[in-house]
């Protein structure tokens, strides 16, 4: 049986800044069609603020874990987990019934905090800007991932700044 990836998808500010007052610091048109495309037919485990920040609806076309201590989401396509480790387990489980590859660990700070020793990649919009923020994205080790693909995305019309697309893979997978 292949290993099923775990796979973080995030975007950060050259001062590992990812979040403002629950919400992202800038509007990356070219950006969230590149989640979409990534993330299209995956489980995604997500923070339940991140859930929140999102309108607490689903996002179309892929199944939601929601990771929370305290709160149970009950509706068509979102499940909740109790601890981190719950929800990739029952990420992986559907990842192998519906056959796709990988699943997606996509936010907030808390999460991926957490979920970074259990990454095999990490799909990394470096957004070009300085920015305030009260949520972060922990620096990634060069020693435990190694960037193997990397693109600059100038910005489009609704892009607020200029991005650089990168790929890391953790070096012993
Ligand atoms: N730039 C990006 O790519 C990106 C992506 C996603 C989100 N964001 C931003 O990140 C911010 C949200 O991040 P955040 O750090 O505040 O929150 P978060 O990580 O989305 O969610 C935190 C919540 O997850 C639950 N949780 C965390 N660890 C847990 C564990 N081990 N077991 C059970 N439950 C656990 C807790 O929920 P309960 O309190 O319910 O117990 C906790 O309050 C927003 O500003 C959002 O816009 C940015």
Known sequence: MTPIKTVIIVAVSQNGIIGRDGDMPWKLSTDLRRFKALSMGKPLVMGRKTFESVGSKPLPGRPHIIVSRSEVFDMPGVESAASLEDALDRAKSMART????????????????????????????????????????????????????????????????????????????
């Open 98 to 173: 519906s056959g796709v590859a990988e699943v997606c660990i996509v936010g907030g700070g808390e999460i991926y905090r957490q979920a970074l020793e259990h990454a095999d990649m990490l799909h990394v919009t470096h957004v070009e800007t300085v920015v305030d923020g009260d949520t972060s994205f922990p620096q990634i080790d060069p020693a435990v991932f190694e960037l193997i693909e990397e693109t600059s995305v100038p910005a489009g019309e609704k892009d607020n700044f200029p991005t650089r697309y990168a790929i890391y893979r953790r070096r012993s997978a």
